[in-house]
């Protein structure tokens, strides 16, 4: 696996490292080996005006979209710009759009997206291109701070916890939404965002609606009144693809109709 | 236009789609019993003429029409050809205004000879 250069070594690292967890009697040599074949990839250069480059990286098992990317940077062509930190799903830094879908491409098995042993990995959509695989995220998380995507307590260090029990209807749905990663899946996949450039998107509004079920949050009048509207929570189709593509199972869609019915109740009370 | 009135349109537009949903069912099985039985226009008019519960139904069809085209256009327009701001929602009004004109004159002669 030497003539891999750098991410064969990774593997074996990794092999070594898998030989002291699993029993020995596990086939391993089998299958870490290199596969005969490789994977054809067209990678996107360049920034909003740029093109495919095609590269041929061998194709491993258990390799991801992230590990060819790496590849290709680390040894075919040190120019190509992308980003990652993690590579376990947790940063949220790494997504970009494979074969036409956005994804997390730390956890992306190439497996499961090359068809017919090829990739097509470009920069995700709705968002400028700096250069490569990398996008500005900056209008992204602006709309976060849009949406009043902040916290805003009225508790002091001096008084006591907020007792917020964990089978609370409200804390329940905050449970299903808290764990967005920021990787912007969702706004790359939305067909809103591309017609209506203004709307605040699935991720930020996802994170409004968490602070909506916040008993400990004070401004959701204002945060009501952020979200609402043509560029808010009622431009949504309810296409469901930011659902669907959410790489941490988490349903925007489903608070985006949470704040519909918040907005609603607050107009009737003549809050908003 | 201020973010309430925006959070009003979109409840309109649900609104009128609730009610459109039913019109257009009681509408297409009444075209439907009216072609299956052979009515004539004249046999149609003979029943609608001076009926006060056909005039409120299509009365409320046509004013769910003048509700509901007006702001799905708006959306339309917005997201299709980016055309947004206070041009497009006067000529939207206009638009309502004729539906609901357009429509109105119609129920009437279904209703009433003109």
Redesign the interface.
């Known amino acids: 696996m030497g003539d891999l250069g750098d991410l064969g070594q990774q593997y074996e690292l990794a092999s070594k490292m898998a030989i002291l967890k699993e029993p020995v009697d596990t086939p391993l040599a089998p299958r870490l080996a290199p596969l005969p074949r490789t994977l054809t990839v067209r990678v996107w250069r360049g920034a909003e005006n740029g093109g495919l480059q095609q590269f041929e990286v061998p194709r491993l098992e258990n390799q991801t979209v992230l590990d060819v990317v790496t590849y290709i940077q680390r040894n075919l062509d040190a120019t190509l710009s992308y980003r990652y930190a993690c590579r376990v799903g947790m940063c949220g830094s790494c997504a970009m759009s494979v074969n036409g879908k956005a994804r997390w491409t730390c956890r992306t098995h190439v497996a499961n997206v090359a068809t017919d042993d090829t990739l097509e990995i470009a920069p995700l959509n709705n968002l400028p291109v700096i250069k490569d695989l990398v996008t500005d995220m900056a209008p992204f998380f602006d709309k976060w701070a849009q949406a009043k995507g902040q916290f805003k307590g009225a508790r002091t260090r001096a008084d006591e916890f907020a007792r917020v029990l964990p089978d609370s209807p409200q804390r329940k749905e905050v449970d299903a939404a808290i764990e967005c990663i920021g990787c912007g899946v969702c706004y790359s996949s939305c067909d ?1 965002v591309a ?2 450039p203004a709307y605040l998107g699935p991720a930020a509004l996802n994170r409004a609606w968490t602070l909506v079920n916040d008993v400990r949050d004070t401004a959701n009048a204002p945060r009501l ?1 952020a979200v ?3 560029a ?1 929570c ?2 949504c189709h309810t296409h469901v693809t930011c659902s669907e593509r959410c790489p941490k199972h988490i349903a925007p869609t489903a608070g985006i109709a949470g704040l ?1 019915r918040a ?2 109740v607050a ?1 009737i009370k003549g809050e ?1 | 236009m201020s973010i309430r009135t925006q959070v009003l349109l979109w409840t309109a537009q649900r609104l009128s789609a609730a009610v459109l949903a039913l019109c257009v069912v009681v509408h297409l099985v009444t075209m439907i019993y009216a072609v299956r039985h052979g009515l004539s226009a004249a046999d149609i008019l003979g029943r609608t003429r001076g009926n006060y519960a056909w005039l409120i139904f299509y009365a409320t069809f046509v004013a769910a029409v003048a509700v509901h085209a007006p702001i799905g256009v708006r959306t339309i327009v917005g997201e299709t050809f980016g055309l947004r701001g206070a041009f497009v929602d006067v000529a939207l009004v206009v638009l309502g205004a004729a539906l609901a004109l357009w429509g109105g004159r119609a129920v009437l002669a279904v209703f009433a000879p003109l």
Do not use: P, Q, R
Request: hydrophobic share 60%.
């Open positions: 809103v017609w209506n009144a609402a509207g043509d808010g009622h431009a519909k907005v609603a107009a908003l």
